[in-house]
Nanobody, 122 residues
Framework: VQLQASGGGLVQPGGSLRLSCVVS????????IAWFRRAPGKEREAVLCVDDNDARIYYDDSVKGRFTMSRDDAKNTVHLQMNSLSPEDTAVYYCAARGYRCSSSVTAFRSWGQGTQVTVSS
């Protein structure tokens, strides 16, 4: 299983970015795909996940109403749309895959993308 994350960059506060995670080696229909982030000086933490039934689970209350996930089964790709970004969202963002059910635990995921840097700054 391989995951390829992309879409990070530098954005001003209040701006938007869309991250993408292309999954190969397993289908989204039997996978849970999560986005984690690691802010400077902090541990990697779960942000949002979509499970095999296309249900979303938010693990970080600070992104509710601003971040959404979408799943494109035809392209085996998951997107993370991030709106109203603030400097507190600055982090390396990782996508991760496991079977069927979501989890907020880093150790529950065996397959990881390489990370994409998101920097929110004026």
């Amino acid at each position: 299983v391989q995951l390829q994350a992309s879409g990070g960059g530098l954005v001003q506060p209040g701006g938007s970015l869309r991250l993408s995670c292309v999954v190969s080696g397993r289908t989204l229909g039997n996978s849970a795909i999560a986005w984690f982030r690691r802010a400077p000086g902090k541990e990697r933490e779960a942000v949002l996940c979509v499970d095999d039934n296309d249900a979303r689970i938010y693990y970080d209350d600070s992104v509710k109403g601003r971040f959404t996930m979408s799943r494109d089964d035809a392209k085996n790709t998951v997107h993370l749309q991030m709106n109203s970004l603030s400097p507190e969202d600055t982090a390396v963002y990782y996508c991760a895959a496991r079977g069927y059910r979501c989890s907020s635990s880093v150790t529950a995921f065996r397959s990881w993308g390489q990370g994409t840097q998101v920097t929110v700054s004026s």
